[in-house]
């Protein structure tokens, strides 16, 4: 499998380029501000074709480039029906502060012609590969992540977690649409009951995996030890 992944934007999103091999068509995962011409980049120097743009959540810092990357590739843009509505008012689900940053500059934002809503347990076969959606409210509440085998190297998969769990961190919960509980409930009951050896590739930060966070990470001890966690969060 050939996955390209690269920090777009003032929030250093990262954005994936997934594929069976060069010269196959792909998937491109979470296109932030910025992550346009890296996709192009990666897309051109490895003879790639992408046929979809999968978000794992709305937030702005991972959809800027949704609509420009599906329409220059015609690709399908797939993410969870209760998060839609920030594909074309992303603000919606913005902190003061970011919004603040914003203000000053003209921004429009669009659905692509195409979009397709995912649920829970949806599987999708794209490009050659499966994807296995979980939706794991909490970040925002159409948030969800994306599983894919990997049989090399004793990996049984790849989780694409956008901003659900991190190296060492969870999702911030204060924004809009956020919720402390169900976040709490989602890494409760679709990350502690995953293997260990699946690589965790994060929205923002360096990857992990699953028997690594399970270890180390302050949130899932305190879940697996009390059934809560009440420490410091982070992303968008």
């Not at 500059?105 to 949806?122: H, L, S, W």
């Not at 050659?128 to 948030?143: K, L």
């Not at 679709?190 to 949130?219: C, M, Y």
């Amino acid at each position: 499998m050939f996955i390209a992944g690269f920090p777009a934007g003032p929030w250093g999103t990262n954005c994936y380029v997934v594929a069976n091999q060069a010269g196959s068509e792909c998937v491109v995962i979470d296109p932030g501000k910025d992550a346009a011409s890296g996709v192009a980049d990666v897309v051109r120097e490895h003879k790639l074709k992408p046929v979809a743009v999968l978000v794992t959540h709305g937030h702005v810092d991972h959809m800027w480039s949704v609509a420009p990357v599906a329409g220059t590739y015609d690709a399908t843009a797939w993410i969870h029906p209760k998060d839609r509505h920030l594909l074309a008012d992303p603000m919606a689900g913005m902190s003061a502060e970011t919004t603040s940053m914003m203000l000053g500059g003209k921004y429009e934002f669009a659905e692509p012609d195409d979009v397709r809503e995912i649920t829970d347990g949806a599987v999708l076969e794209l490009a050659g590969m499966r994807f296995e959606v979980d939706h794991t409210p909490g970040h925002t509440e159409g948030s969800i992540v994306f599983r894919t085998p990997y049989p090399e190297q004793d990996i049984s998969q790849v989780m694409f977690s956008g901003d659900l769990l991190f190296a060492g961190s969870i999702g911030r919960t204060d924004l809009p649409g956020g919720d402390h509980n169900a976040m709490l409930n989602s890494l409760r009951t679709k990350v502690l009951t995953l293997p260990d050896n699946i690589v965790v590739l994060p929205g923002h930060g360096e990857q992990t995996s699953i028997g690594r966070e399970r270890a180390i990470n302050p949130f899932l001890v305190d879940l697996a030890e009390t059934g809560d966690a009440g420490r410091t969060t982070r992303g968008l």
